[in-house]
């Protein structure tokens, strides 16, 4: 008994001391819109919940959200999130302002899975929060806000039963994770539906656990289907990234970032201890597999969505993370990487093969976009010096931490090239008499063996990097990542590596290597 009590006592010592340090980020996070100077509606939020109530209405008034909305699903969805939070009473000026917007500012709600996510999650709260706005002409949408309910209700029921049994069509994306734990802390903290509520915590929990097992110091590993093109580089500075601070305890708070965590750190919802367990145990390798989905496809296939195999292998020094090549995403696709613990920011090895064309906006977009308006939106599109892209042309297997890419490339492409991103922070790079190229970060090893010559590059966006560009219309290469309780010395990892080479093979229209 006396055994028991004492389990029992340290269990709730070690639970306050997890629930104190996880409400002392809180505190780091809103800090940081506690000091601002310029009008934000989260600001104004803090005064409100600290009782300064005639000074948050009038700087909230004086925001960019309430005197000239913008950015459509995105600004609904932060109304939404701030009207549940504020407890608006009915006639103050605040309110009205708001009810104005929502009747006159129409609102898109997007082309993408988060878009259409935060749109109808923001109508599902909506009718709740302002009972009084029951007709359709108090809306922008012009309907019966109830029934619209219903088609969110909907909508976000199929978004829970495709992620959990197809797997996420904007899977792992350090950019957009954020947009879906937003909608899914607002519903957790405002649905009325008790069913919903559950729902919502244990999707999050569901996006979490995702994330625990395929992160390294707060970066999330990739292959991801959408990729910011300068975070891709800079792997901290996914947005995923201050989540894993806020809910996993890992890496520091970046302040610039705190407008992506605002709503989870202001909601209240903690995840279990289990899951910052497995967040932070890096204790003895992970090797994780997983099946996503494609984006919906609406041309030039015959199936709406194919699967998509992810591979992620994790130990206490690196990641390595793919997914298996091809359009899975348009635009902004990251393939594979190998993301280290060292050489900030720039903690990563990785390569594209730039591509773009009419043909894959068609495959996803149902709206009639060119390559030159998307590159308008989007200026790093059609460049062939991007770091961020998908291709048909590219098959990748991995298996645990040894990875290949196989490429054959038609004349039609737009470029016949590879860009590998080395960056420059690395410890060591050099290449072996074998023909491996081997770069050191930190206790992390890499070799990389190309089957094309290739040549280094330093172009003037390379401000950061050693661009390696191998040319051809067939290609490959094999990628070998160890870490030094692995191998032991990066000498002992070029001496073992150097013991064999990969041998490719071309034959019958058909690219394939033996290693």
């Not at 340090?21 to 310029?38: G, M, P, S």
């Not at 995840?271 to 989905?293: C, G, H, V, Y």
């Not at 990542?481 to 990066?490: A, I, L, P, Q």
Request: aromatic fraction near 16%.
């Amino acid at each position: 008994m006396r055994l028991f009590l004492t389990l029992f006592g340290w269990l709730f010592v070690c639970n306050t001391l997890a629930q104190s340090k996880f409400q002392e980020r809180v505190a780091n996070i809103l800090y940081t819109y506690d000091t601002l100077t310029t009008p934000h509606l989260i600001k104004s939020l803090r005064l409100y919940q600290n009782g300064f109530i005639r000074q948050a209405d009038s700087l909230a008034l004086l925001t960019p959200q309430l005197t000239r909305p913008n950015y459509d699903m995105f600004w609904l969805f932060g109304i939404t999130g701030y009207s549940g939070l504020r407890k608006h009473s009915h006639d103050d000026s605040v309110t009205m302002r708001i009810k104005n917007w929502l009747k006159n500012y129409h609102v898109w709600k997007g082309n993408t899975e988060n878009h259409h996510l935060l749109y109808y999650t923001a109508l599902y709260l909506l009718p709740q929060i302002y009972p009084e706005l029951s007709r359709s002409d108090d809306w922008f949408h012009g309907q019966n806000p109830l029934t619209l309910k219903l088609e969110a209700y909907e909508h976000i029921q199929n978004w829970i039963h495709r992620t959990t049994y197809e797997g996420q069509g904007e899977f792992d994306t350090p950019t957009y994770f954020p947009e879906y734990m937003w909608c899914m802390v607002l519903l957790h903290r405002f649905a009325e539906d008790e069913k919903m509520r559950l729902q919502a915590k244990l999707m999050m929990d569901w996006l979490l656990i995702d994330f625990a097992l395929d992160h390294l110091d707060g970066m999330m590993l990739g292959g991801h289907s959408r990729e910011d093109p300068i975070a891709v580089y800079t792997p901290r500075k996914g947005f995923a990234t201050e989540f894993a601070y806020l809910y996993f305890g890992i890496g520091e708070h970046q302040p610039n970032m705190t407008w992506c965590i605002w709503m989870n750190a202001l909601c209240g919802y903690e995840p279990p201890t289990f899951i910052q367990q497995l967040a932070t145990d890096r204790s003895r390798p992970i090797l994780n597999k997983e099946r996503k989905r494609t984006r919906d496809r609406y041309r030039h296939v015959t199936r709406r969505n194919d699967p998509v195999y992810r591979t992620t292998y994790v130990t206490n020094e690196y990641g390595l993370s793919s997914i298996q090549g091809g359009i899975l995403q348009p635009i902004q696709q990251h393939t594979w990487s190998v993301r280290f613990r060292e050489t900030k920011p720039y903690s990563t090895i990785f390569a594209v093969h730039p591509y773009w064309s009419k043909y894959e906006l068609e495959m996803y977009f149902t709206e009639p976009f060119t390559v030159e308006s998307v590159t308008a939106q989007k200026p790093t599109y059609s460049q062939p010096t991007k770091w961020t892209s998908a291709s048909p042309c590219e098959r990748i297997f991995q298996y645990k931490n040894d990875l290949i890419g196989l490429y054959v490339i038609p004349d039609s492409m737009p470029t016949d090239h590879i860009n590998f991103f080395f960056p420059k922070t690395l410890d060591e790079r050099k290449v072996l008499p074998t023909g491996w190229i081997v770069a050191r970060a930190g206790k992390t090893y890499v070799g990389v063996y190309l089957y094309q010559p290739y040549e280094w590059m330093q172009l003037l966006e390379d401000e950061f990097n050693h661009r390696l560009r191998s040319k051809g219309n067939v290609n490959g290469y094999v990628v070998v990542v160890r870490d030094e309780t692995e191998v032991g010395s990066f000498e002992a990892f070029c001496d073992k590596i150097s013991a064999s080479r990969p041998a490719f093979k071309w034959e019958n229209q058909s690219l394939s290597v033996t290693y």
